[in-house]
């Protein structure tokens, strides 16, 4: 058995900064004006300068594995461009120091941040363009870095593409939204799994799988209903991406949906292809909270993939973040079931984590037992799939261990074992402080988690 993975999961827009230097074109987040007192995306934690501190804890913690992302925008000129080697040289050197410290580099290939041009003129992956443009790139990253990167996703969270945010992170500049740009757009992103993954299998040793951004959501009642829509939610947002991901084909209940609807996917010759020929090394996937539909509040016609926008409602049995995620440790454990135990395939936790607002008075530490609860009822909670259940599971990275910014741009919703001294609108000097939870940890890892079960 290869040792387990334990490590840490970021975005390139939530920690690098550098938005103007080394040749790299602007992004949908380099132009967005903060609101409601957030930060800009400018500096984020200006890892492009100074990542090398946060390696050193990572190495310190014990961590064997980093999940990046590449920022297609620093690699690609305008997304479509020419190759910026200034941007794949700074890369090339990131992944060299992670090694160097015995940390096996994880690429995440988009998360969120579409090239501005590639969105104000084609659409964002509502557009063949983009998808081709995006399939040039990411075999391009495979050529330059698969030699010394093993493990690989496409897109962070891509079942996102699938319910109505992912019309915010698609770079879906115009249109009305409807179910048949979704079910377009969603396609053509899948397209762009299927040729990079193939890629990889036929030219590489690499491993690569999906990744899913995947919400344990409980029926509101026993009423048939509410099963009902439980269960078509879970099937039209997870499980018909699954099925591709692991069997090459969407499932029946999508296509049909699609069909009996009048939606075209816009599916040209070759994709479904391949897409036939697809198959996954692992299965990937977020995991921070649970939460709970009922029918009744769903309008009748709705598309199952806009249920949670109308039928959502609060879990009474858990407890909930100020930011209403609802904490559920078992329900982690039942995700980890749903998916090794229908796909038989190893699966791969690479985002948890709780957000909490912060704040260092510049001498004591952060007393942050929430958070080690938090991670300590979860871990078991996957030991527990692991040892009595059967799953197999190949590691776990928890979300953003060194403060980074909250994908809506919140410095003060904290995921970090390491608390990084800035504000939403002051930059202050970025020190890095470790907190409570940092010593607690290190010791989960360098015992493998047996520590967890000590009195």
């Given at each position: 058995m290869e040792k387990f993975f334990w490590g840490n999961s970021v975005s390139s827009m939530q920690t690098e900064g550098g938005w103007d230097q080394g040749g790299k074109s602007l992004s949908v987040y380099d132009v967005r004006v903060p609101k409601d007192g957030l930060s800009d995306w400018h500096f984020a934690n200006d890892n492009y300068n100074h990542y090398t501190?946060?390696?050193?804890?990572?190495?310190?913690?014990?961590?064997?594995?980093?999940?990046?992302?590449?920022?297609?925008?620093?690699?690609?000129?305008?997304?479509?461009?020419?190759?910026?080697?200034?941007?794949?040289?700074?890369?090339?050197?990131?992944?060299?120091?992670?090694?160097?410290?015995?940390?096996?580099?994880?690429?995440?290939?988009?998360?969120?941040?579409?090239?501005?041009?590639?969105?104000?003129?084609?659409?964002?992956?509502?557009?063949?363009?983009?998808?081709?443009?995006?399939?040039?790139?990411?075999?391009?990253?495979?050529?330059?870095?698969?030699?010394?990167?093993?493990?690989?996703?496409?897109?962070?969270?891509?079942?996102?593409?699938?319910?109505?945010?992912?019309?915010?992170?698609?770079?879906?500049?115009?249109?009305?939204?409807?179910?048949?740009?979704?079910?377009?757009?969603?396609?053509?992103?899948?397209?762009?799994?299927?040729?990079?993954?193939?890629?990889?299998?036929?030219?590489?040793?690499?491993?690569?799988?999906?990744?899913?951004?995947?919400?344990?959501?409980?029926?509101?009642?026993?009423?048939?209903?509410d099963i009902r829509v439980a269960r078509e939610w879970d099937e039209f947002v997870n499980h018909t991406l699954v099925e591709c991901f692991v069997n090459g084909r969407y499932s029946k209940q999508h296509l049909a949906y699609a069909k009996n609807n009048g939606i075209d996917l816009g599916i040209i010759e070759g994709e479904m292809e391949s897409i036939s020929r697809m198959r996954s090394d692992f299965m990937s996937f977020s995991y921070y909270s649970s939460t709970t539909i009922s029918a009744k509040q769903i309008p009748k016609g709705t598309a199952p993939n806009f249920y949670l926008d109308f039928g959502k409602v609060e879990n009474p049995y858990i407890g909930t973040t100020e930011w209403s995620w609802q904490i559920d440790p078992q329900g982690f454990r039942d995700v980890l079931n749903k998916l090794y135990q229908r796909y038989q395939i190893p699966v791969f936790p690479i985002e948890n984590g709780i957000g909490v607002r912060e704040t260092w008075d510049g001498t004591n530490q952060i007393e942050d037992d929430y958070r080690i609860d938090y991670h300590k009822e979860h871990l078991k909670a996957m030991y527990d799939a692991m040892n009595k259940d059967g799953v197999e599971v190949i590691g776990y990275l928890g979300w953003g261990l060194i403060d980074i910014l909250s994908s809506k741009g919140d410095m003060e919703k904290r995921y970090g074992l390491v608390y990084v001294n800035r504000s939403n609108q002051d930059l202050k000097d970025m020190k890095r402080v470790p907190k409570k939870s940092y010593a607690w940890f290190k010791e989960v890892i360098a015992s493998n988690g047996a520590s967890l079960y000590k009195n």
């Open positions: 501190e946060d390696f050193d804890y990572m190495q310190d913690l014990g961590m064997n594995m980093y999940r990046f992302q590449i920022s297609w925008s620093r690699v690609v000129k305008d997304g479509d461009g020419d190759f910026n080697e200034e941007g794949i040289a700074y890369y090339s050197k990131f992944i060299d120091d992670l090694l160097a410290r015995g940390i096996q580099p994880m690429i995440c290939l988009y998360h969120f941040d579409m090239p501005l041009h590639l969105a104000k003129e084609y659409n964002g992956f509502m557009s063949k363009h983009v998808k081709d443009s995006f399939i040039r790139y990411g075999k391009e990253m495979v050529d330059r870095f698969s030699d010394r990167v093993k493990y690989w996703i496409t897109f962070n969270e891509q079942n996102i593409f699938h319910f109505s945010e992912g019309f915010n992170i698609a770079g879906y500049e115009k249109g009305d939204k409807t179910t048949q740009d979704l079910y377009q757009m969603a396609h053509n992103v899948m397209v762009c799994h299927a040729e990079v993954t193939n890629y990889i299998h036929e030219k590489t040793d690499a491993k690569i799988g999906g990744m899913l951004a995947y919400s344990e959501v409980y029926p509101a009642t026993c009423d048939p209903e």
